[in-house]
């Protein structure tokens, strides 16, 4: 179970501890909060993955694809395969985007 289950779980059975009495290390607490907003509502920041480069064969099945489709069509299919979607699935994305 996560950390963050785990205390709302002892919340919600009313078995939390104080800050003073918590068996969790202040580095653990701080790494969790670094994942919150500051925002109003409150809620878990999503880190965004760093873009990953396509591999030879994936620039390569580009190319060929790109016989067939836009410019923009090839730019977002790009974006979705660095962002790790497959190429069936950027295509379709960027078919659903941009069109053919």
Do not use: C, P
């Not at 653990?28 to 994942?35: C, E, F, R, S, T």
């Not at 067939?68 to 660095?82: D, G, N």
């Amino acid at each position: 179970m996560s950390l963050y289950k785990n205390i709302n779980k002892r919340k919600k059975a009313g078995t939390s501890r104080t800050k003073k009495k918590s068996t969790i290390s202040d580095k653990a607490y701080a790494n969790m909060k670094d994942g919150f907003t500051k925002a109003k509502k409150g809620g878990v920041i999503k880190k965004k993955k760093k873009a990953k480069a396509l591999t030879k064969g994936q620039v390569a099945t580009l190319k060929k694809h790109s016989v067939h489709h836009s410019a923009k069509h090839m730019a977002e299919m790009r974006k979705a395969m660095k962002a790790g979607s497959s190429f069936t699935a950027s295509h379709k994305i960027a078919k659903k985007k941009i069109g053919k």
